[in-house]
């Protein structure tokens, strides 16, 4: 049992991010499906999900100054209780322009929570811990996301959704506040500039932004695909779950065999699998099942894209430019995520639900098409010189803190 120390000893913070991801992960897919039966076009349904993904880019790059001057409980209990009354404004007020207005400030108050968490466990986490730590905080994360999805279902009142996700969200808060870990400093994080990150590993930044604008089209438009395809409610809910599901189960066989092989091999298999499963959704109209497999697919490559990219970037860094590059990584990542659901939306237009699913399969086929001219233009990493694999959550610069760096790395160019 010694083994479950470390994670008993953040336990409290765990159940505070279960919580809020339970009650706020399927609030987008919650407007999505609201805005569709209103009759709103998938463009302007699309706006919503950009402007959740600009205020986590604000928020991942502002929120340290907020937990520097009143602490991490207060912080917490600040954009925990300013989500809470967020989710509740989309209940009493359903307007286009407010909501969108909202989702900023729900971006901006997830990116908070992640700061303030990941700090958190940083904190607490030590050389042996580190990735039993952040396996288990990667665990609550994507387990509540899933399992919320379901709360889309519930029927009776058209606020009760609303209700109960601001209540889940509120109860995030016991856990922190009654929590005896000490708060850590927020640390100023630097960064190494775009052009420099890209000259030391492109694959890795090309990948990252396009499971960024991948993911971030899923994230805001698969509830409307669903809908606009006749899927049920229920149906969308358990497709999206399986993504999830399925995105949290292939993680480590995929980062097993990339620090046994060739990083770059993985990636590009982690992209065709990608595109393949894409043009299967494309092609499976409404059968859920096909949906539910060729989504636990989907969700397995690309989940996984991000992280490999990230261990490929670091095997070209050394540990001091690996943590400072995390900052230009999340920062590309939610640029793409930003542009993902307005790209989808205009394909949407063009060719139809289906157009969703064509839109991932393009943009993963083209990140496929330069890993192959990567593997063919430069030498690859040595396996014993290769960065550890670690499952990363693609949530804020602090989350790399928590990610276990070898002494030996150093800057390769590639």
Same mark, same amino acid.
């Given at each position: ?125 030590? /050389?042996? @811990?580190? &990735?039993?730590? %952040? !396996? +288990?905080?990667?665990? $609550? *994360? ?126 590009? /298999?982690? @992209?065709? &699998?990608?595109? %393949? !499963? +894409?043009?299967?959704? $494309? *092609? ?131």
């Amino acid at each position: 049992m010694r083994q479950f120390e470390p994670v008993k000893a953040v336990g409290s913070l765990l159940i505070a991010v279960a919580l809020l991801m339970l009650g706020n992960g399927f609030v987008g897919t919650l407007l999505s499906i609201r805005l569709e039966a209103a009759g709103v076009s998938a463009p302007f349904i699309a706006l919503l999900t950009t402007a959740y993904f600009a205020g986590l880019t604000a928020g991942s790059f502002r929120m340290g100054g907020l937990v520097a001057r009143v602490g991490h409980i207060r912080a917490f209990g600040a954009v925990v209780s300013l989500l809470s009354a967020s989710t509740l404004t989309y209940a009493i007020f359903p307007h286009l322009v407010l909501w969108i207005v909202l989702r900023f400030v729900d971006g901006l108050c997830i990116a908070g929570v992640y700061l303030c968490i990941e700090s958190w466990l940083n904190r607490r986490a030590t /050389v042996e @811990t580190r &990735g039993t730590i %952040l !396996a +288990a905080y990667m665990i $609550a *994360l994507y387990s509540g996301q899933a399992a919320g999805q379901f709360f889309v279902n519930l029927e009776g009142s058209p606020m009760l959704p609303f209700v109960v996700s601001s209540v889940l969200v509120s109860l995030a808060v016991i856990p922190v506040a009654l929590t005896r870990i000490a708060s850590p400093d927020i640390e100023a994080q630097s960064h190494i500039a775009l052009p420099a990150l890209f000259r030391a590993s492109p694959l890795g930044l090309v990948g990252v932004g396009a499971t960024g604008l991948a993911l971030g089209a899923f994230y805001g438009l698969a509830a409307v695909a669903g809908r606009q395809s006749g899927l049920a409610i229920g149906n969308i809910t358990f497709f999206i779950s399986a993504v999830i599901a399925g995105g949290v189960a292939l993680q480590y066989p995929m980062g097993h065999l990339s620090d046994r092989f060739d990083r770059r091999l993985v990636i590009l /298999v982690a @992209t065709v &699998g990608g595109a %393949l !499963a +894409a043009v299967a959704l $494309a *092609l499976a109209g409404a059968v859920v099942w096909a949906m539910a497999l060729a989504g636990a697919l989907l969700g397995g490559m690309v989940f996984a894209l991000y992280p490999l990219c990230v261990a490929h970037t670091n095997d070209r860094l050394t540990e001091e430019e690996q943590l400072s590059a995390s900052g230009g990584l999340i920062l590309v990542y939610s640029a793409g995520a930003a542009a993902g659901p307005i790209a989808g939306s205009l394909a949407m237009q063009m060719i139809g639900p289906a157009g969703l699913y064509l839109f991932i399969a393009g943009v993963i086929g083209a990140a496929m098409v330069f890993a192959i001219w990567r593997i063919f233009r430069s030498e690859a990493v040595p396996n014993d010189q290769q960065q550890p694999y670690q499952i990363l959550p693609r949530t804020s610069p602090m989350s790399a803190a928590l990610e276990p760096f070898s002494e030996e790395s150093e800057f390769i160019e590639e």
